[in-house]
């Protein structure tokens, strides 16, 4: 049974940094994408970052670049994004992702194309 469980959410003031992390289980983690995504209140789901098998490559929302930094760690089956100079606009429940790529060295922007999903963690960032 695949789990994707996210953690480090939490209230931040704007202009500080939070590390959210999403530990996986029940799956070969060294042969998935991975991404994350969020969804503020009356929101759709939008992504956010993504990043390959081989964890060298990396894409983000224009709204997070520069910001934000996704990274993966095989040994630890987890995926972590990293959110530096948070503002209030990126407040929302973030979840991370999961799908199977033959393909080292891509990345999926799209929701659909994933799999798996986590539960959630909130980010709320106050002005």
């Known amino acids: 049974q695949v789990q994707l469980v996210e953690s480090g959410g939490g209230l931040v003031q704007a202009g500080g940094s939070l590390r959210l992390s999403c530990a996986a289980s029940?799956?070969?983690?060294?042969?998935?994408?991975l991404g994350w995504f969020r969804q503020g209140p009356g929101k759709e789901r939008e992504f956010v970052a993504a990043?390959?098998?081989?964890?060298?490559?990396?894409y983000y929302a224009d709204s997070v670049k520069g910001r934000f930094t996704i990274s993966r760690d095989n040994a630890k089956n987890t995926v972590y994004l990293q959110m530096n100079t948070l503002k209030p606009e990126d407040t929302a429940v973030f979840y991370c992702?999961?799908?199977?790529?033959?393909?080292?060295?891509?990345?999926?922007?799209?929701?659909?194309?994933?799999?798996?999903w986590g539960q959630g963690t909130q980010v709320t960032v106050s002005s």
């Open positions: 992702a999961a799908r199977s790529s033959a393909y080292r060295h891509s990345y999926f922007p799209d929701r659909s194309e994933y799999d798996y």
């Open positions: 990043i390959s098998v081989s964890g060298g490559n990396t």
């Open positions: 029940g799956l070969r983690f060294r042969d998935y994408a």
